[in-house]
């Protein structure tokens, strides 16, 4: 009996051992459920799948099983390994529990396959249900998404590779395109004759020369061998930002310069400040006129000197040095306009004095462009204006004229005035002289009346 019960456990024993791959520890083995099959390529798949781990039991492999038929499903991993219509494809490292993701390359263009995730622990096997899929049939080269690193205010990396050459012999030109876009646009393909052209040795390139806080979008272009030409996914990406801001400018305006002072704040390193000013262009820059703060310290002080009169397009601006480049970076332009001076006129000159008329004469004592000029008066002791009585003199340098048909023994007050090209008119001090009494003639004697 002893003898008979050794048998019956040396036989439950083997048993054991031999469904040990698929069947042993059922209760401890981890749950593996088969994801999405995504990027479903001419001779690419990406497979993906969720790993549930259970105590009690090591994971020490992970990955897929591909197939071109779904015999697989009745043979043993062991049979799966050898088998030459299945491909095992092991993930880098194992997964021991959440989401597992592997890119199979070397597949055949528009072939069905089936496919399944497992798990192993070096003792048993578990695998995930099964799902069909089918390669493409295009012969155009598929890209992996463009990585974007190192971003910068002018500058970014950006990098990608061919998941899939399509079938076509080689690659002829690899090029990044890229181009500035809105805040919110994301085009679906770019145009090269709208876009900017980098050669990329190994799929990577650099891209500089960009503007600070702007959108670009940017994709890669490849021609084969054979002519045809595919491009990958556009992303989009913004480049960084340099912290600059400026307080109100103070403006100083002179006879022929223009002061300005302005309070710069920033924590970045500034190397250069000041203004560009023009009188042509309305955005001025580097191209253009500068005055530089010879004193770097955060606050624009600058005078700009030996200025004809006219309009000036003033720009404040500093430059500084961020990510190992160094940038300009600009506050608002502001209109400033050197305008000629008022005329300058020397005394009131007083000539020959009748009852009826004054000699006067004077002159413009600065070097100002006169429209106009003249002499102004009024009766009494008040201060003409050209609102008032004017003799207009055309003539230029020291000018003089006679006023006439004055009223006599009267105070008359008189001023010369000139007029500059900007309407501006400037005035003499005033003048107050009286005529004298006039002389009576024959026709002026009165006679007593006569009565009867």
Known sequence: MKQKLTMILMFFSLFLVSCEEDSSDVALAPVVTMG??????????TLTANVERSEGRSIVESGFIVSTTNDFVN??????KQSSSCKVERTASPVTAGQMSLNVTGLEATT???CCAYVSSGYSVARSEMKEFTTAETSLPIFEDIALSDIKISSCHVSTQIIDIGGEDAVKTFEFWYTKVGASETPATLNRTDCHIADAPGYSVTLRDLEKNSRYAVCANVVTTTGRTAQSKVVCFTTGDINVTFDNPSINIGQDYIEVSQAVNTPETVVNEGVFYSSEVEKPNENNRQIFDENIDKSINVRITDLPVGDYYVRPFVQVEKDGVTSYVYDDVVKVSIKEPAPVLTACQIGEI???????????NNTVVCGERGFCYVEGTGTPTIADNTVTITTD???STVLQLLKSDTDITIRAYAINSNGEVGYSEPVTVHTKKKTPSVGDIEFPEVRP
């Open 36 to 45: 999405d099959v995504k990027d479903v390529y001419r001779t690419a798949v």
């Open 75 to 80: 043979m043993t991993f062991d049979e799966i």
């Open 112 to 114: 069905s396959y089936y």
């Open 354 to 364: 009748t009852s009826s008329s004054v000699a006067v004469s004077a002159s413009v």
């Open 397 to 399: 340098k020291p000018f």
